[in-house]
């Protein structure tokens, strides 16, 4: 893949839609090589490469650098991890695996509550569905949810006194991600990974169509 003509809106529309369910790069890899970008064009390519690649070792990094703005403040620790979640509620792949667990496990307990917790059916016209597929998190629209752990998160935030804070950690954790992102020299594995994620795309449309 060519990441020099690859949008941001399309590296945000990848990171929704794919699998975030693999574990984190090692750390040795993650740490390992660091140069600096011969021009703009490698730094802009690299950038949106490691972003896809160590998708998960940032989103760890950052949480992780939110829970230590917050050691002495269990309320805020709470919020820290309402948000991360709110904003995990947005990729497809995750809020998916996140609904099924849930229903399963209500399954045990009440199966008629669990059979109300069931995504609507999407009508089929010809083959195909009629509309794209809309994501639904224990039988709700996904905003429904995404909203609500917003609307806690920030309430924990404000009661906690902790705004200032996880700003200045989120701003930090953003920091060692975009440094980490424009200096780790992209390796063989991050191009065939993406190589195998465009496999995997192209097929996902073939078996829909």
Same mark, same amino acid.
């Given at each position: 893949?060519?990441?020099?003509?690859?949008?941001?809106?399309?590296?945000?529309?990848?990171?929704?839609?794919?699998?975030?369910?693999?574990?984190?790069?090692?750390?040795?890899?993650?740490?390992?090589?660091?140069t600096v970008p011969r021009s703009s064009a490698k730094w802009n390519s690299r950038l949106k490469c490691n972003l896809y690649y160590y998708r998960t070792n940032y989103f760890i990094m950052i949480v992780f650098i939110l829970a230590l703005g917050f050691l002495r403040r269990p309320l805020a620790i709470?919020?820290?991890?309402?948000?991360?979640?709110?904003?995990? *509620?947005?990729?497809? !792949? @995750?809020?998916?695996? #996140?609904?099924?667990?849930?229903?399963? =496990? $209500?399954?045990?307990?009440?199966?008629?509550?669990?059979?109300?917790?069931?995504?609507?059916?999407?009508?089929?016209?010809?083959?195909?569905?009629?509309?794209k597929r809309a994501i639904y998190i224990c039988g709700r629209p996904r905003w429904v949810f995404v909203l609500m *752990?917003?609307?806690? !998160? @920030?309430?924990?935030? #404000?009661?906690?006194?902790?705004?200032? =804070? $996880?700003?200045?950690?989120?701003?930090?954790?953003?920091?060692?991600?975009?440094?980490?992102?424009?200096?780790r020299t992209p390796n063989l594995k991050a191009r065939l990974n993406t190589f195998r994620e465009e496999f995997r795309a192209v097929w996902r449309n073939y078996s829909e169509l």
């Open positions: 893949m060519d990441w020099g003509n690859v949008t941001a809106e399309d590296l945000i529309d990848a990171l929704r839609e794919v699998d975030w369910s693999s574990p984190p790069r090692p750390i040795s890899e993650f740490f390992s090589r660091f709470v919020a820290a991890f309402l948000t991360a979640l709110s904003i995990a *509620f947005l990729n497809d !792949s @995750f809020a998916g695996t #996140f609904s099924e667990k849930v229903t399963r =496990t $209500v399954r045990q307990f009440s199966p008629h509550l669990a059979a109300k917790m069931r995504p609507p059916l999407t009508p089929v016209i010809r083959g195909r569905p009629s509309a *752990f917003s609307s806690v !998160s @920030f309430l924990l935030w #404000f009661i906690s006194c902790g705004l200032l =804070t $996880v700003l200045w950690s989120l701003a930090f954790g953003l920091l060692a991600t975009l440094l980490h992102a424009s200096f």
